[in-house]
């Protein structure tokens, strides 16, 4: 039987990863009539692009992305050409030099294709491997670059149409002419890839804001760090010891003056009992004072610190949601999630959109259980319908409920609890297998191969023994030589999955 959706043209935000793999499933499905892929950089590559000068950082303690990275003003009476606009819009990536990726090449990668080597690569691999990724799939004709989203705006259903669309505002900036120019599309569904590691995140400390006017230059964020040449010689603390701050802080020991100072809010997989030579750890800082001085929670202090550097992450942003007309945000800040979702991928009350990438687990492969689910969705082709409203708001509500009771967060699928292959196979459960004709993509099966790369591949050593058997002189030996670690497991967390 041919699908029947009344979908024929769908719109995607963004070309990272997300985007290519959406890009690859919508193509598969052989029954759109019109695809775009808009992309605000000049190529596709999204997170993994590098971009040697980073973007000024504006400084705004405690400020979240509604503030930081607001809707632009757009101009009445489209189409128009106008002169480039100015304001911050963030494009630039975090992307420094020393940077591997931290997920086995086998795991990483889209089921399709492999990585050209592994397990842990340079950055240029998975930015070299996404844009690959649109020309494999001939899909690179999808791509609007310098085109950004600007405004998405839900239509009513109109007397032709039974259903909802969407009125997309465009900018493309024309570099030669150094002008932006300014439409609208009408597309039949949306679907977001605009990636989350954009808009970075610094909390709110006492004094800190007094302390940036006066030390303009002193604080920064990991967003902008590409090399420790700048801080050679120099006193430094970072703040975080999630991924930035753990590699951060070994790329300054031995430039920047010894110790590289830590401060860590809680303990992270792979802090053993003590620091790493060259590293002093800090509890959380309680205040800045305007002798400079920088007071820890534990009343302990730093004098003379020459640079600060926060590795606190950062916030999603959705600035094209018109949320006045659409009549409902995206994003719940306070929560710190979508609103509305299920299965962090569909919207309870928009059956025409759909976002890929949200969640923090494996990044490409579970894109592409989302852009296969979704294609398949939106083509009608899938194999089961989303559960009824009401369940689906009972996922959402009991989610939010039992990630708030154990202090986790609504959006992450850890591994190793079995969260991760239950949340793929309900998209693999929605998507289905392929037809007899081949159209559509198939959702790919994890082999044993990736499960044990999962399991046993670390960039780093993690639990405490790894740390013994591996002191820390060894570990930063074998990072200087590009090396990892494979961690002995006795206990496989996802019983019955491997034999
Ligand atoms: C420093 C760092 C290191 C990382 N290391 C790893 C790692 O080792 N392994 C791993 O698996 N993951 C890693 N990640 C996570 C990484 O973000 C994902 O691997 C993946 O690249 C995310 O892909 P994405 O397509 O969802 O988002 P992105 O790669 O961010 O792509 C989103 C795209 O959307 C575009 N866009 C946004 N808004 C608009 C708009 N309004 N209009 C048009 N275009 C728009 C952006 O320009 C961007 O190109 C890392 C992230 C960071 C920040
Ligand atoms: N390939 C790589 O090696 C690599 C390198 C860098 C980044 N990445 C990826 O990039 C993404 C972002 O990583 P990230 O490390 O930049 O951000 P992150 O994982 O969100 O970590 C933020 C860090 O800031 C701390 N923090 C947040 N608010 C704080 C506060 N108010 N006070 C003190 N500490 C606070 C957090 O502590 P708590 O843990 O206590 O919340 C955490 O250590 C992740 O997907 C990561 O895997 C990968």
Not at 238 to 266: F, M
Not at 294 to 319: K, N
Request: proline share 9%.
């Amino acid at each position: 039987m041919p699908p029947k959706s009344h979908i024929k043209s769908v719109a995607v935000v963004g070309a990272g990863a997300a985007g290519a793999a959406v890009a690859a499933a919508l193509k598969a499905e052989n029954y759109f009539e019109r695809i775009q892929v808009f992309e605000r950089r000049e190529t596709a590559g999204g997170t993994w692009i590098y971009d040697a000068e980073p973007d000024p950082l504006p400084l705004c303690p405690g400020k979240l992305p509604p503030d930081t990275d607001p809707a632009l003003e757009i101009p009445e009476a489209l189409p128009r050409i106008t002169p480039p606009v100015d304001q911050k819009r963030w494009t630039k990536t975090p992307i420094y030099n020393s940077l591997t990726t931290n997920v086995p090449a086998i795991a990483m990668s889209f089921s399709d294709s492999q990585f050209a080597y592994g397990p842990f690569v340079p950055h240029h691999v998975p930015r070299q491997y996404v844009e690959n990724y649109f020309s494999i799939h001939k899909t690179d004709s999808f791509l609007q670059l310098n085109t950004t989203v600007e405004d998405i705006t839900k239509l009513p259903p109109s007397k032709d149409r039974s259903s909802e669309r969407w009125k997309l505002t465009l900018r493309k900036h024309d570099a030669l002419r150094r002008v932006d120019i300014w439409w609208e599309e009408e597309f039949d569904a949306v679907i977001l890839a605009n990636g989350h590691y954009a808009v970075p995140y610094i909390p709110q400390v006492i004094g800190l804001e007094e302390y940036i006017a006066k030390y303009p230059d002193r604080i920064s964020h990991s967003k902008k760090y590409r090399a420790p040449t700048i801080y050679a010689g120099k006193k430094v603390l970072l703040i975080g010891n999630s991924a930035s701050g753990h590699d951060l802080s070994l790329d300054l020991v031995g430039v920047a003056k010894a110790p590289v100072y830590q401060s860590r809010r809680s303990k992270a997989r792979w802090d053993g009992d003590g620091p790493l030579s060259g590293i002093a750890w800090k509890p959380v800082i309680r205040e800045y004072l305007p002798s400079g001085r920088i007071v820890f929670e534990d009343d302990s202090y730093l004098d003379d610190v020459d640079a600060v550097l926060y590795c606190t992450g950062y916030q999603p942003s959705f600035p094209f949601w018109n949320a006045q007309a659409n009549g409902r945000p995206l994003w719940d800040y306070a929560a710190n999630k979508l609103v509305g979702t299920y299965w962090h991928t569909f919207f309870q009350d928009l059956g025409t959109l759909a976002i890929v990438g949200v969640p923090r687990t494996l990044t490409f492969r579970s894109f592409e259980y989302q852009a296969i689910a979704i294609a398949r969705l939106f083509a009608g082709r899938n194999a089961l319908p989303l559960p009824p409203l009401e369940e689906q708001e009972q996922w959402e509500a009991e989610r939010a409920r039992r990630t708030r009771a154990e202090g986790k967060k609504f959006h992450d699928v850890p591994w190793d609890e079995g969260q991760t292959i239950e949340w793929l196979d309900g998209l693999f459960r929605i998507a289905g297998l392929g037809t007899i004709r081949g159209e559509g993509l198939v959702p790919p099966a994890l082999s044993p191969e990736l499960i044990w790369a999962v399991e046993h591949l670390r960039k780093y050593p993690e639990e405490p023994s790894e740390h013994e058997e591996k002191g820390s002189d060894e570990v930063h030996a074998a990072r200087a030589e590009g090396g990892w670690v494979v961690v002995q497991r006795e206990k496989l967390p996802l019983g019955g999955v491997l034999p």
